[in-house]
């Protein structure tokens, strides 16, 4: 058929001519369509039962395709006669997935078929509510919510309609109210804009329309905007609920599926469990955070439990620092894992159910190359129907060590979304195992060990990244070949940041050439860089709440990262003075030989805490507050314009200058005058006095363009476009308040900016680091 064919046909249910061209683009809806008005004879069907067959199409889900056609009849004959009444037929269908023969009596029971609903019904239902809220009525007049009231009659009169709900609402509201008056008319009084709590109010309206639609815009599009936090996030998502897996798009439902879910429930109680699966041969980094924090933060926004579960099935690669690393990555992001396993816990049952595989004849050993069965097209294994009897020798062999490494695979019979064949479920490693030591020589993949893992630990949502929705159909096809639970497996967006590079091979170049230190260096985007750097966990989950869950695949500008930093950092990292350029200046009027100032740690909110700091005769100042010859609208200090120190009372004003023999300026002679009798300056200034010594790192952003390892921007390579000097290193002055500071602690240099002591400072040297590049 032509899409203008189908377009027309489109049109018979009552489409208009745009909105049957748009619902072309969409080939599952369209195809339910098509296969409904096969169903039915358009011409006779009642009024509105054409856009009840399009709401149909939309909403139905592949698990009781089946039932479609069950369903039109129903439309068909009048007794679903509301988009409500057909949302019950599928909820009911779905909940009742594994019945061979739909229960006629219970379904039309949860539909409401015949159920009729009288206008006198709905007439003293509102009546009943509205006296609830009659006072509340009487004080707001018509700016009272009326949703409250026909929310409550929709629960007692579940099948009434909702056009016939609001009229009687509306018609009661103004028996009681009478017409609206001139104060009715006006716009509500606008709420107080002051400070960023006004702010707040203004929006709030638009914050809350934002909520009530975004379950809507979920299950269409499967994307959810950012929020504040990672909790208010994972709340918005439309995942299913424990125990109705078989409600999630592409689930396979089998005739074991409602037994296994009982048992599976009464295991669990009915909690949500989720997972953070990582492999145990590298660093986290940025992207991993988001993980983190989607499987983490939807438990925990659920009252559920996640496992922390390393993929030790590669014994190549993996190292004790990797494990230790990742789990006190996690825990510095503020979670706490229900229980740590590894895959290897599970070796023995994996092996078992690999067997039980090969007597199914649904997988195979396979003698083909590595390299023969990669690449999108490879050439079908000519071993694909060998006997069982045979695979199970040869897999026993490989397992005792007879057949040498790259010799022979496992593989299963199914073919994945992208048109791979047969994915590997075994390979033989004569490597020993960090924890199972040379107990195997052959270990499972990725697309093997994965879904039997969570089925083991009754994972409820495993949420993975969207490379790995090609993986789905094996996921399934494995759980239910077995006869085992079976988990859903939900793709979200993986996380990208611009002008850098998080693979673990290009980080260890970088290492190797020496461009960076090591996995930790202030200037990569690894998780124990960016806390190295200053980067506060609760910025980065501000971040990653930020960003939503989507399906799309892109990358954010880290000036995004930076944001979140300064959000977090303001409210929690308290001023100091530090001067990065020391200028030595001499106050000869000074009467008293030390002054004690108080410095409030937040100047907007004093009632947070201040330190104390030395006034003397000697202080320092940054060598840029001081110009010889200014330029036009230079506002600091000069030898006719005098500077008020911060915090001080006081103002200084220049009496000389000394220079070394080479005309540079060395020190600055100053007279001072309270800042109640001198002229009000033009400034005022950070200083320092009796400072302490400390080393300051300023580091600049590692990588020129946006997208290093793309050749067509980087044509030499992410290595060329590494900058020059993107570290700077000065010995700077520091107010001694700092003196006993901790490694991490954050501070934020007034008229600087915010800097954190770096891991490797020592008692005689501390050092900072700056988390932000902008």
Not at 46 to 62: E, F, Q, R, S, V
Not at 126 to 131: D, F, L
Not at 140 to 166: C, E, H, S, T
Not at 242 to 249: H, I, V
Request: aromatic share 8%.
């Amino acid at each position: 058929m032509s899409p203008e064919e189908t377009i027309e046909r489109l049109k018979h249910l009552g489409l208009s001519e745009q909105k049957a061209k748009e619902t072309l683009k969409n080939a599952n809806v369209t195809k339910y369509l098509l296969i409904a008005i096969n169903e039915v004879d358009i011409a006779s069907l009642p009024a509105g039962a054409g856009m009840l067959i399009y709401h149909l199409a939309t909403k139905i889900k592949p698990q009781i395709a089946d039932k479609l056609g069950f369903i039109c009849d129903y439309i068909k004959n009048g007794k679903l006669d509301s988009t409500l009444r057909v949302d019950a037929a599928l909820e009911y269908l779905l909940n009742n997935v594994n019945e061979t023969k739909v229960d006629i009596s219970r379904f039309e029971k949860a539909c409401g078929v015949g159920v009729v609903v009288t206008p006198e019904q709905v007439e003293q239902a509102v009546e009943k509510h509205m006296a609830k809220f009659k006072e509340e009525l009487l004080e707001k007049r018509y700016r009272f919510n009326a949703g409250i009231v026909m929310q409550a009659v929709r629960a007692d009169l579940p099948w009434a309609d909702g056009k016939a709900i609001k009229n009687e609402v509306d018609i009661q509201i103004f028996d009681l109210l009478g017409p609206k008056s001139e104060a009715d008319l006006a716009p509500p009084p606008k709420t107080d804009k002051k400070g960023k709590s006004g702010d707040a109010g203004k929006k709030q309206k638009k914050e809350d329309s934002k909520v009530t639609t975004a379950v809507d815009k979920c299950e269409s599009s499967g994307d959810v905007d950012g929020a504040s936090s990672i909790s208010e996030l994972m709340k918005k998502l439309p995942f299913h609920a424990p125990g109705e897996n078989y409600k999630a798009d592409g689930y396979v439902v089998t005739p074991d599926t409602k037994r296994l879910l009982e048992e599976h429930l009464k295991m669990t109680g009915g909690k949500v469990r989720t997972r953070f699966p990582p492999e145990p041969n590298g660093i986290l980094h940025i992207g991993h955070a988001k993980a983190i924090n989607i499987n983490f933060g939807y438990a925990a926004a659920h009252d559920g439990v996640c496992f922390l579960r390393y993929d030790d099935t590669n014994p190549e690669k993996e190292e004790e620092k990797f494990f230790v690393g990742i789990r006190d990555m996690v825990e510095w992001l503020g979670y706490k894992p229900y229980k740590i396993t590894h895959s290897s816990d599970y070796f023995d049952q994996l092996y078992e159910w690999a067997v039980q595989l090969i007597k199914k004849d649904l997988a195979y050993v396979c003698h083909q190359k590595s390299e023969e069965i990669k690449g999108f097209n490879p050439p079908p294994s000519p071993w694909r129907n060998r006997p069982i009897e045979e695979s199970l020798q040869l897999f026993e062999d490989m397992r005792n060590g007879k057949i040498d490494e790259g010799e022979a695979t496992l593989r299963m019979k199914i073919t994945l979304e992208e048109g791979k064949q047969d994915p590997v479920a075994y390979r033989i490693k004569f490597k020993p195992h960090h924890r199972t030591g040379d107990k195997w020589c052959i270990y499972p993949t990725y697309d093997y060990t994965h879904c039997l893992c969570d089925s083991i630990e009754h994972i409820t949502h495993s949420l993975c990244t969207k490379e790995f929705q090609s993986r789905r159909s094996s996921y399934y096809w494995l759980c239910n070949a077995l006869g085992i639970y079976c988990p859903v497996q939900w793709e979200y967006g993986r996380l990208n940041v611009n002008y850098t590079v998080v693979s673990k091979r290009k980080i260890a170049k970088l290492i190797d050439e020496g461009i960076v230190n090591d996995w930790d260096d202030p200037r990569l985007y690894t998780l124990t860089a960016l806390r190295r750097r200053g980067v506060p966990a609760a910025a980065i989950n501000k971040f990653c709440a930020g960003l939503g869950v989507t399906g799309a695949l892109g990358a954010v500008d880290p000036t995004m990262l930076d944001a979140a930093v300064r959000d977090v950092l303001n409210v929690t990292a308290p001023r100091v003075m530090v001067v990065l350029e020391p200028l030595k200046i001499t106050l000869t009027n000074l009467t008293m030989d030390r002054v004690e100032v108080t410095v409030p740690d937040f100047p907007n909110e004093p009632d947070k805490g201040s330190h104390k700091v030395v006034l003397s005769k000697v202080i320092y100042i940054e060598a840029s507050d001081f110009k010889e010859e200014p330029e036009k609208g230079y506002r600091r200090l000069t030898q006719s314009q005098s500077v008020g120190l911060r915090h001080a009372g006081y103002v200084i004003k220049i009496s000389k200058v000394l220079k070394d023999n080479t005309g540079k300026v060395t020190d600055l002679e100053c007279t001072v005058e309270p800042t109640d009798s001198a002229e009000k300056p033009k400034a005022f200034i950070h200083w320092v006095s009796e400072p302490v010594t400390v080393e300051v790192r300023l580091y600049q952003p590692l990588f020129i363009h946006k997208n290093p390892e793309d050749p067509n921007e980087v044509p030499g390579g992410f290595l060329s476009d590494c900058r020059k000097d993107t570290l700077q290193i000065l010995e700077a002055f520091a107010d001694v308040s700092i003196a006993g500071a901790k490694v991490y602690d954050k501070f934020q240099f007034e008229r600087v900016g915010f800097f954190s002591v770096d891991s490797d400072s020592t008692n005689s040297k501390v050092e900072y680091n700056v988390p932000n590049f902008t």
